[in-house]
């Protein structure tokens, strides 16, 4: 079986690392050891650790937009539906997500200074997902789509947290009978 190119191998292992101990934890020896690699390899390549971190971090995003993206191709005339695969795609994740938690809430927590670039670049991205969230609710008709947007992101994000910590029992219920309530509410 051909390896992959050095560059590509150091991606890899960097993404599946930071998903799986965050970014304070993986030194640029771990990336190295996990690409097959040496340090000088990785910066041969990347000119720090930051650069990695960064990468992961629009590719985290741009993996999740891709999903909405995708959602709203497969139901374009239909926000309900839109809204119950969000929500669908957040359940899914929650068994992956339940060990270490969300990616872009634990580099809050890693990245202390609310001015550093990684955290606005998380901030911007989940305004646009608030925006995004209003109009589909204004699609769908929902009575008050500012507040029906601020309870999906408590519902999903809240979800997500009682996973990791284990404190409720079958969320994916909870969260269907919550969403169900949610959608039949109208102008």
Not at 48 to 73: M, P
Not at 89 to 114: K, M, Q, Y
Not at 147 to 172: K, R, Y
């Amino acid at each position: 079986m051909k390896k992959l190119p050095l560059r590509q191998r150091i991606i890899e292992a960097a993404f599946r690392l930071f998903d799986e101990r965050g970014i304070q934890h993986v030194s640029v020896d771990a990336i190295a050891v996990a690409a097959e690699t040496t340090k000088m390899g990785v910066y041969r390549h990347f000119s720090s650790k930051d650069v990695l971190v960064d990468d992961w971090l629009t590719a985290t995003i741009a993996k999740y937009r891709g999903v909405l993206d995708e959602i709203e191709h497969l139901h374009p005339d239909d926000p309900h539906a839109q809204l119950r695969k969000w929500v669908n795609h957040v359940l899914e994740g929650l068994p992956a997500i339940s060990h270490r938690g969300c990616p872009f809430v634990n580099t809050i927590a890693e990245v202390p200074d609310p001015e550093h670039p990684l955290r606005q670049k998380i901030r911007h991205h989940k305004l646009d997902q608030v925006e995004r969230l209003k109009a589909l609710c204004r699609k769908a008709g929902l009575s008050d789509p500012n507040t029906a947007a601020a309870q999906i992101t408590f519902m999903l994000e809240g979800a997500q947290v009682a996973a990791q910590n284990g404190s409720l029992p079958a969320i994916e219920k909870s969260l269907a009978t919550l969403t169900r309530e949610m959608l039949s509410e109208r102008k």
